[in-house]
């Protein structure tokens, strides 16, 4: 049986503009709890969105903004001396694959620096008793590759990433784990698959497809459609996050004992790209022109998360049906853009 959140927790949320952070901290202030978020607010995708989020953020009366990159040690350091948060969500991190392949310094700025920022702020805050109770921090279903066994569990080797942002994700679970092994910092990996929704992010393909669908411009679908993924509702991304917050591992023999675990959060139903191009065509009343292209360097072909340690150990399992979603992210993608 797990515990519920706990509201009476201060919780620091890196990247509390981005997609996922906009969501948790505003689930998380809607349940009473003090949010303080950390973001760099670039212009990797539209700033303005990002203030769009912060805007609705900054309404609660428990929530703290600042303005900085994890990757800045001194800025973090400062931020774990004025709040002494109670529970770390680590989101901040350079998003995207194809990303990756034209600009790897960013990830490694982010993804790995900041990392290590966060790791050593918790390191020195931890006594066991007062400090940080427990870190959950983003890993991604990048990690797998293109491997052919499915589902994907979090029990298989990942050792062949096919992009520099997987292989950050997997270096951010490597480094965890020696952390928690050498200081027992109570610590979460948690591998999302493929999210969507409401305020996402615009380089994600389900974005540039609305947008371009408006434009009248073509749509580009590689490897000429034939792809599946495991979409995953954002809503059912956060409330997993919920429900591990107030968790810490407690070390099993996975492990070896110290208090380290990693999740998948996904739909545990992989789609067909064409077919959830339909749909999206269908909610948002428009027809895409379609430009059929080869495989992009550090793309998989399929995404397929395992749930089954999710469910057990949480009672929850992502359920939001496709067109579902996809009817929210339409009424909101309308609405936003008038």
């Known amino acids: 049986m797990y515990n519920r959140f706990d509201p009476d927790n201060t919780v620091l949320i890196t990247g509390a503009a981005g997609f996922i952070g906009f969501h948790l901290s505003?689930?998380?202030?809607?349940?009473?709890?003090?949010?303080?978020?950390?973001?760099?607010?670039?212009?990797?995708?539209?700033?303005?969105?990002?203030?769009?989020?912060?805007?609705?953020?900054?309404?609660?009366?428990?929530?703290?903004?600042?303005?900085?990159?994890?990757?800045?040690?001194g800025l973090v350091n400062h931020v774990f001396e004025d709040w002494r948060p109670d529970i770390v969500v680590n989101l901040a991190a350079q998003a995207g694959v194809r990303y990756s392949i034209d600009n790897p310094a960013s990830y490694i700025d982010s993804n790995i620096v900041g990392f290590f920022n966060i790791l050593e702020a918790c390191r020195h805050s931890y006594d066991?008793?007062?400090?940080?109770?427990?870190?959950?921090?983003?890993?991604?279903?990048?990690?797998?590759?293109?491997?052919?066994?499915?589902?994907?569990?979090?029990?298989?080797?990942?050792?062949?990433?096919?992009?520099?942002?997987?292989?950050?994700?997997?270096?951010?679970?490597?480094?965890?784990?020696?952390?928690?092994?050498?200081?027992?910092?109570?610590?979460?990996?948690?591998?999302?698959?493929?999210?969507?929704?409401?305020?996402?992010?615009?380089?994600?393909a389900y974005f540039k497809f609305a947008n371009k669908m408006k434009m009248g411009e073509p749509i580009q679908i590689y490897n000429n459609g034939d792809m599946l993924r495991d979409f995953t509702y954002v809503d059912d991304i956060v409330t997993g996050l919920e429900h591990m917050l107030c968790n810490p591992p407690a070390g099993d023999e996975e492990s070896g004992g110290d208090p380290f675990k990693v999740y998948n959060i996904g739909n545990n139903k992989p789609e067909k790209l064409l077919d959830f191009i339909d749909i999206l065509e269908d909610k948002l009343g428009m027809?895409?022109?379609?430009?059929?292209?080869?495989?992009?360097?550090?793309?998989?072909?399929?995404?397929?998360?395992?749930?089954?340690?999710?469910?057990?150990?949480?009672?929850?399992?992502?359920?939001?049906?496709?067109?579902?979603?996809?009817?929210?992210?339409?009424?909101?993608?309308?609405?936003?853009?008038?």
Not at 133 to 161: C, E, W
Not at 289 to 318: C, H, I, N, S, W
């Open 26 to 73: 505003k689930l998380l202030l809607s349940e009473g709890a003090t949010v303080v978020g950390i973001d760099n607010m670039n212009d990797y995708y539209d700033v303005g969105l990002k203030e769009s989020r912060l805007q609705i953020l900054n309404g609660y009366e428990r929530f703290s903004f600042v303005k900085g990159s994890i990757s800045d040690a």
């Open 287 to 338: 027809k895409a022109v379609r430009e059929y292209l080869p495989m992009q360097p550090g793309d998989v072909y399929q995404t397929y998360a395992d749930v089954d340690d999710l469910v057990r150990d949480f009672d929850f399992k992502p359920e939001t049906p496709l067109a579902v979603g996809l009817e929210r992210f339409a009424e909101w993608y309308k609405e936003y853009y008038k």
């Open 128 to 204: 066991g008793r007062e400090g940080v109770k427990h870190l959950v921090f983003a890993s991604s279903s990048s990690i797998y590759g293109n491997q052919m066994k499915t589902p994907f569990s979090v029990s298989d080797r990942v050792d062949h990433p096919i992009s520099l942002y997987a292989a950050t994700k997997k270096s951010n679970e490597l480094m965890g784990y020696s952390y928690c092994h050498l200081y027992g910092i109570p610590m979460t990996g948690v591998r999302f698959f493929t999210v969507y929704g409401p305020y996402g992010r615009p380089d994600m």
